[in-house]
């Protein structure tokens, strides 16, 4: 039984995570996948060739769309699929969990353990990923605006995910500590929170709005403007003392992290 649930559970996990993939061209048996930069690269060269079709009066029809789209949406790239719904990803983890928990002993504790290192694991790896790969990613290689307005959608995902993952790992913590002291985990994790807090509370959004208010003024060309200097003057420490929140709850988690090793070799 246990082989037979290992081959199912990875089955599932391939199916549940499996990235949208672009089915064939309409019209062919068979055809290879296209990723996303070339249909992105082979769709800029049909809207540039359309105007040249229409100039020169040629009747010629249009290729094939790509992998069957008839048009271009950055909400929805690719033709729905089954594998592609939430309810069929959702489902997919949960009969990975059904099938991982048969037979388990101790499931109440060993639930909770998985619940603990699932978001401690989800918190963790969104915290290094956004602050030192894809933030810096993103302001060295877009616009200021439009990275600003990008920052201004994803943090506050980011920050209600963290504030969630840290509420599961402080519900949990008597799970994973046994009948060992819960004062460092307790501590750690209950300090990142208040900081997170603060900044989904305060911080992020009143940064958020006095950055808008510059753009507007920069788009204005009011640059020299008192009012975009007393602007600028406010974003400052808005976006410094986010940031160090942001790095609070970092160091928060690394302990953490620290004290769960500690837990699991004992």
Same mark, same amino acid.
Request: aromatic fraction near 10%; proline fraction near 6%.
């Given at each position: &039984?246990?082989?037979?649930?290992?081959?199912?559970?990875?089955?599932?996990?391939?199916?549940?995570?499996?990235?949208?993939?672009?089915?064939?061209?309409?019209?062919?048996?068979?055809?290879?996948?296209?990723?996303?930069?070339?249909?992105?690269?082979?769709?800029?060269?049909?809207?540039?060739?359309?105007?040249?079709?229409?100039?020169?009066?040629?009747?010629?029809?249009?290729?094939?769309?790509?992998?069957?789209?008839?048009?271009?949406?950055?909400?929805?790239?690719?033709?729905?699929?089954?594998?592609?719904?939430?309810?069929?990803?959702?489902?997919?983890?949960?009969?990975?969990?059904?099938?991982?928990?048969?037979?388990?002993?101790?499931?109440?504790?060993?639930?909770?353990?998985?619940?603990?290192?699932?978001?401690?694991?989800?918190? &963790?790896?969104?915290?290094?990923?956004?602050? &030192?790969?894809?933030?810096?990613?993103?302001?060295?290689?877009?616009?200021?605006?439009?990275?600003?307005?990008?920052?201004?959608?994803?943090?506050?995902?980011?920050?209600?995910?963290?504030?969630?993952?840290?509420?599961?790992?402080?519900?949990?913590?008597?799970?994973?500590?046994?009948?060992?002291?819960?004062?460092?985990?307790?501590?750690?994790?209950?300090?990142?929170?208040?900081?997170?807090?603060?900044?989904?509370?305060?911080?992020?959004?009143?940064?958020?709005?006095?950055?808008?208010?510059?753009?507007?003024?920069?788009?204005?060309?009011?640059?020299?403007?008192?009012?975009?200097?007393?602007?600028?003057?406010?974003?400052?420490?808005?976006?410094?003392?986010?940031?160090?929140?942001?790095?609070?709850?970092?160091?928060?988690?690394?302990?953490?992290?620290?004290?769960?090793?500690?837990? &699991?070799?004992?």
């Amino acid at each position: &039984f246990r082989p037979l649930s290992m081959a199912m559970t990875v089955a599932l996990l391939v199916c549940a995570l499996r990235g949208p993939a672009c089915p064939p061209v309409h019209g062919l048996v068979s055809a290879p996948r296209v990723s996303f930069p070339i249909a992105m690269m082979e769709l800029d060269t049909k809207a540039v060739a359309e105007p040249e079709r229409k100039k020169t009066g040629s009747t010629a029809k249009p290729a094939a769309s790509i992998a069957g789209l008839a048009r271009w949406d950055p909400q929805a790239w690719v033709v729905p699929a089954v594998w592609n719904t939430a309810a069929f990803r959702g489902g997919a983890l949960a009969a990975v969990l059904v099938i991982a928990a048969a037979g388990s002993r101790g499931l109440g504790v060993r639930a909770a353990t998985f619940a603990h290192l699932v978001s401690f694991g989800s918190l &963790f790896g969104s915290m290094i990923y956004t602050t &030192f790969f894809a933030g810096i990613t993103m302001y060295k290689n877009l616009p200021r605006q439009m990275f600003g307005r990008l920052q201004s959608k994803l943090f506050p995902v980011y920050f209600k995910i963290h504030a969630a993952s840290l509420c599961v790992m402080l519900g949990t913590l008597k799970a994973v500590g046994g009948a060992g002291s819960l004062t460092r985990p307790l501590v750690a994790c209950g300090s990142a929170l208040v900081f997170t807090i603060i900044n989904i509370v305060y911080l992020e959004p009143q940064s958020t709005k006095v950055m808008f208010e510059r753009y507007e003024l920069e788009n204005e060309g009011k640059q020299e403007s008192d009012e975009y200097k007393a602007a600028a003057k406010k974003f400052g420490p808005l976006h410094g003392m986010s940031s160090l929140a942001n790095l609070g709850a970092l160091l928060g988690v690394i302990a953490h992290s620290w004290w769960l090793g500690g837990a &699991f070799v004992m």
